[in-house]
Every structure is written in structure tokens, then in C-alpha cells.
């Protein structure tokens, strides 16, 4: 048995059923198992493709990345979802980590796939080739030999790598099974009581394991049905909500505030919404009340993509009295909240959050140290900082070190940093992370320049141009003397963050790349 079994079992008892609405089509679940059955040959036959193998797809939200991923389950395959936001050189550095047999991607993004990436058979979603890009549709329509499923897998097979940059700078995928799929659809279940009479939004894209997994996997298994938008826009959330009648969606706090900021939002009928689900960073009590305040529910999760992620969460019944928290350990999981010596400490005392259950990564892929460092006797060490009040709920007082949340995506200072580098004129830097009303955080350089050096800070941004992301680059750039360093001449970047706060480096200069428009959030 096999996550594709979810789709072909759904088909088998009710084919004609909903499961996607993408772009004005419906497709039923017996056209889903269709897809998956097709894409599995194709994989097989046409490109190669065994168990253990990997699977790239770069794209915004569509249906073939959900059946690629069945597909790949099927064939004991291992799915890498590429984050389409990232630059060549950063797809680059994924491709060689991951080193997969095939990449799927959307015709917008070719440009972005680096040339240099011999041995990938390369197919494009489209109807018609492109670029060295084999037409997907003539694949499909080659009309391949039924695929046969690699013998002996099972849920305990790979299916998925989410790649994430790490604080190191450096590309870190983590490497989920079947397994942890599944048991993050049953999380999903009871946070939701999710069944086949729901109606899924999904907006956060598909790359993310909030996005892939928290509703939209889940809705599958149980035989709901999904509208999949290619990328969020406050507008098309409000009328999917209601004209299409979703029940449940998942919206990062940058959306919810864009939804709460949208003119039609007052009057908007919201009758037919169950709840909105939302995480990855502090949720402003504010923006709670204001959703609480139209008479919907919204509920917090808590987890990381190690998790899969869903480790805990609110009970929708009681998130008013809950609000401020993560709510309660999922099912299927053990939270541990431990001090420096390792030991549990009591309600209402820090430490750090440690999470075991079949939902964790199986580990780093090809990264055997990080891996051992991060899982202790089966328990993922999240490195958050939090404490279970007198309730038993969850509440996380901080985040892993530096890692900057902005917008629902994680920027990582030293991926910035090493960029910046390699820049002549300047001697060092570092990036923190600022407090922002609209995207939470912001990230905000603290440059020291070559002396002598008539360095601008639109010349500090517009070097990162080409070389990162756009959602990456910071917002700010302090020019300094030096950074704040301890005794050891260890960077204190918590001095270094109140210094930028308080202006006592100097003042932050609002910076952009030179003739480029800073790409906006999701």
C-alpha cells in the first residue's frame, strides 16, 4: 500500500466525486486516479524513473503536482517541490543536492531552471515542447505501458524532499515518508474535523509543506474536495468563499491581514466557512479578534517542515480561550519541553521543544552529522523556545536563533550574509530581523564598508540581485563602524538587533536594487 492508494481507493467507491477545482475545471477523483496512473507510466517508461529516484517540479499551484506526487508514491519515487520564488543559483544548489532523474516545470519558469544541470531529463508542462523541454502532453499522449509498482513499498518509503535553505546558507532537504504523510493527514483530521463534505481553499503554494500538507493532502485522504488558486490574492480568497463554498482554507498571518485589509471583507458572506488554520510565526492577538469577530473560527498550528508539520494545535471549539497558545499535542505525537541538562521542565518554564512521532522526517537528506544533531533518540530538536501553561497547551515564547520569519517565509541570515560576502567593498555584515506591522518581520543588514568604499545601500541590495530570491533581500541596510562582538570576537547579533532597533549603529536606510521593484510577499 501506497499514498496513491488514497486517490484510486476515493475513485473506486465514488469516481464522478469532486476532488480538484482548479481555473474554472473540475476534476473528478476518477479523473485524479486517471492522471496518476498516466503520470506513473510516463515516469516508468518514458523517463526512467525507479524507486528511489527523485522528481523535481518547479510551478506555481496546479493539479499535475498533486498527481505527480501520487505517481511518485507509486513508484516508491521521491518528490522534490522546488520553491518557484528562488533564483537560478539558488535552483542550482538544490538540483545538485538532490541530483534528480527528471524536472517537471511550468512554461514561466524555464528561464529560472540553470542550463548547466546534465542528466535531468527535463518535461514541461505545456502541450507542445519548449526550450529542450519534452511536452508533458505528448508524453501523455505516447500512451505508455500501465507502470508497475516497485516491489516492497510501502508507507515506510521516502515521497518527499522539501528543500529548505538551513541556517547554514546552504540547501537542506528534509526527507518525509509515506508515513509521515499519513499521520499528518490523520493530525489534520481531528484538528479540522475534516470529512468528504468539506471544501478545501488552497492558496499557499504547494511547495510548502503548509501549503501541501496541512489541508490539502489531508483533504484528499478524505475525500473532500480542493480549489487550488495558483498564487493568493485577498479577492479571489472572498469569492471562493463565497460563490464556491469552502469550508476550510489555511492563510498565513500576512494574508489573513490582507483579507481583514480588503474593502469587501466587512460584508463579505462568510457563512459557509468552518475555520481558517494559521501558523509559521506569532499571531498578532489583534488579527485573531478580527477574524473571531466576523463569527470564524481561527485556529493555530504549530510545527516546522520536519513535522510535516502539524505537531500541535487549537481546538476550534475553544480558540477564543485558547488564542495566544498552539493549542494541545497532536494525536500521534509526544512534545517534550527540556532545559540545558536535557531534563523536562515543569509547566510554565521555558525550554526548549522537542517533538516525536511517526509525523517526523526521517532526516536531512545526504546530511548524516545534521541529521544526528537534530534527531536525539527519535525526538526532532526544533530549537523554539516555549513552555506548556497551566492547561497543557503549547505556547512558544521564541524561534530557532535567527531565522527570520517575513511573511510566512523563512529567510535565513547566513544564506544573505555569505552572499554579501563575496561584495568587494564590504569588510562584513549581518542581517536581523526587524519588527514590521505588514509582513512581521522584515530582514535588515548591518554592513560595514571597505574604508574608502562610496558604497550606497541601493548597492548593497542590488548585489543580491540575480544571486537570491527578491523576498530575501533586506528591506534596510545600517551603515556601521563595526559589529558588535563579544570578548571571543563572537558576533552578538541580539546586541546587534537592539542596536538597529534603537538607531544606535545609525540610521536604516530604506533600500531597493537599482532600477528593480523588491518582489511583494505572498
Request: charged content about 20%; proline content about 7%; aromatic content about 6%.
Amino acid at each position: 500500500m501506497d499514498l496513491s492508494d488514497w486517490v484510486e481507493r476515493r475513485a473506486a467507491f465514488a469516481p464522478d466525486r469532486a476532488a480538484l477545482y482548479y481555473e474554472g475545471e473540475a476534476i473528478s477523483y476518477g479523473g485524479l486516479a486517471a492522471r496518476v496512473a498516466r503520470l506513473a507510466a510516463v515516469l516508468q517508461h518514458r523517463l526512467g524513473v525507479e524507486g528511489g529516484d527523485r522528481v523535481a517540479v518547479l510551478g506555481l499551484n496546479n493539479p499535475d503536482t498533486l498527481a505527480l506526487l501520487f505517481a511518485c508514491a507509486r513508484l516508491g519515487a521521491i518528490m522534490v517541490p522546488l520553491n518557484w520564488r528562488l533564483a537560478p543559483r539558488e535552483h542550482l544548489l538544490t538540483l545538485e543536492d538532490t541530483r534528480p532523474r527528471a524536472l517537471f516545470v511550468e512554461p514561466e519558469f524555464i528561464a529560472d531552471v540553470p542550463p548547466d544541470t546534465a542528466g535531468i531529463a527535463r518535461v514541461v508542462l505545456a502541450d507542445a515542447p519548449l526550450a529542450g523541454h519534452a511536452a508533458l502532453a505528448d508524453l501523455l499522449a505516447d500512451d505508455p505501458p500501465p507502470a508497475r509498482p516497485a516491489p516492497g513499498i510501502d508507507y515506510a518509503a521516502p515521497v518527499m524532499i522539501c528543500c529548505t535553505s538551513g541556517a547554514t546558507g546552504q540547501p537542506k532537504g528534509v526527507v518525509l515518508d509515506q508515513n509521515s504523510v499519513l499521520f499528518n493527514a490523520v493530525h489534520s483530521a481531528h484538528m479540522h474535523d475534516l470529512t468528504s463534505a468539506d471544501h478545501v481553499l488552497t492558496c499557499l503554494p504547494l511547495f510548502h509543506v503548509g501549503g501541501m500538507n496541512i489541508q490539502t493532502l489531508p483533504a484528499l485522504h478524505a475525500g473532500a474536495a480542493v480549489t487550488l488558486h495558483r498564487k493568493f490574492d485577498a479577492g479571489a480568497v472572498i469569492d471562493a468563499i463565497e460563490r464556491e463554498g469552502v469550508t476550510l482554507t489555511v492563510l498565513v498571518p500576512t494574508q489573513i491581514k490582507a483579507v481583514l485589509e480588503h474593502p469587501r471583507w466587512p460584508e463579505a458572506d462568510l457563512s459557509g466557512l468552518r475555520m481558517i488554520t494559521t501558523g509559521s510565526t506569532v499571531v498578532p492577538t489583534a488579527l485573531i479578534e478580527a477574524v473571531l469577530a466576523r463569527g470564524v473560527p481561527l485556529i493555530q498550528v504549530y510545527g516546522s517542515t520536519e513535522t510535516s508539520p502539524i505537531a500541535a494545535y487549537n481546538d476550534w471549539r475553544r480558540c477564543r480561550e485558547e488564542a495566544g497558545t498552539s493549542g494541545k499535542t497532536a494525536m500521534h505525537c509526544a512534545i517534550r519541553i527540556v532545559g540545558n541538562d536535557g531534563h523536562d521542565l515543569p509547566p510554565g518554564e521555558d525550554g526548549e521543544i522537542l517533538v516525536k512521532g511517526p509525523n517526523v522526517m526521517r532526516g536531512y537528506w545526504d546530511k548524516p552529522e545534521l541529521t544526528a544533531d537534530c534527531l536525539r533518540d527519535g525526538w526532532f530538536a526544533t530549537g523554539d523556545i516555549g513552555h506548556f501553561d497551566a492547561d497543557g497547551s503549547l505556547c512558544v515564547s521564541d524561534r530557532k536563533k535567527d531565522m527570520i520569519i517575513s511573511g510566512g517565509e523563512n529567510i535565513y541570515p547566513a544564506e544573505i550574509e555569505a552572499v554579501l560576502a563575496g561584495h568587494p567593498d564590504i569588510v562584513e555584515c549581518a542581517v536581523v530581523g526587524l519588527a514590521d506591522d505588514r509582513w512581521g518581520e522584515v530582514p535588515v543588514v548591518a554592513v560595514v564598508p571597505r574604508e574608502g568604499a562610496a558604497l550606497a545601500a541601493e548597492d548593497v541590495v542590488g548585489f543580491l540581485d540575480g544571486r537570491l530570491a527578491r523576498y530575501k533581500f533586506p528591506r534596510g541596510v545600517v551603515f556601521a563602524e563595526a559589529l558588535p562582538r563579544n570578548a571571543m570576537g563572537k558576533l552578538q547579533k541580539a546586541a546587534l538587533r537592539r542596536a538597529v532597533e534603537t538607531g544606535s549603529l545609525g540610521p536604516v536606510i530604506a533600500a531597493r536594487p537599482k532600477n528593480a521593484k523588491v518582489e511583494a510577499q505572498p
